[in-house]
């Protein structure tokens, strides 16, 4: 479906600016959902950007379509029980021509094993995507439940789907 070809590779340190930025259109979509405003310098809280490039339980991949990113993830709990999709993000002019899942189920497939992915309910597009990914992966055996957000208790809780990759 992409009129492009995706490559999906792991982030080199060269590649942080690169990230930095996605990740600040990837806060704004979410601000939509999750709320917050960027701090006083036009900026998000990039905690988990940084331990994606420097926590040893965490990776991070780079989506390119020629030599334009297109979007990002960030796996994080790599030595523990399921692999956590921490932030995954594909720019607007990518989305809705399979970019999404082609690199979705890329990323997954490096890493076998049961998944955690969460995300909000508000955010409809999140809901059928990762519905629909989690199916095309496991066939019915995903499951989906909601848990409280920690340390924000006035926050909708976030929906989590699970699922074992071959």
Do not use: C, K
């Amino acid at each position: 479906m992409t009129t492009f070809q995706v490559n999906v590779r792991p982030v080199s340190a060269a590649d942080l600016p690169v990230v930095e930025r996605l990740w600040l259109m990837f806060r704004h979509d979410m601000a939509e959902f999750q709320g917050g405003l960027p701090g006083p310098g036009a900026t998000y809280r990039s905690d988990r950007l940084r331990s994606a490039f420097e926590d040893d339980d965490w990776t991070a991949y780079l989506f390119t379509g020629g030599d334009r990113p297109v979007g990002f993830s960030f796996v994080r709990a790599l030595s523990g029980p399921a692999r956590v999709l921490n932030s995954f993000f594909v720019v607007r002019g990518a989305r809705r021509a399979g970019v999404g899942t082609e690199v979705a189920r890329e990323v997954i497939s490096r890493h076998p094993g049961p998944w955690e992915i969460a995300f909000q309910d508000s955010n409809t597009g999140a809901v059928a995507f990762w519905r629909r990914v989690a199916t095309g992966i496991a066939g019915d055996a995903w499951t989906e439940e909601r848990r409280p957000v920690p340390d924000r208790p006035g926050v909708p809780p976030d929906v989590w789907i699970s699922f074992t990759a071959a």
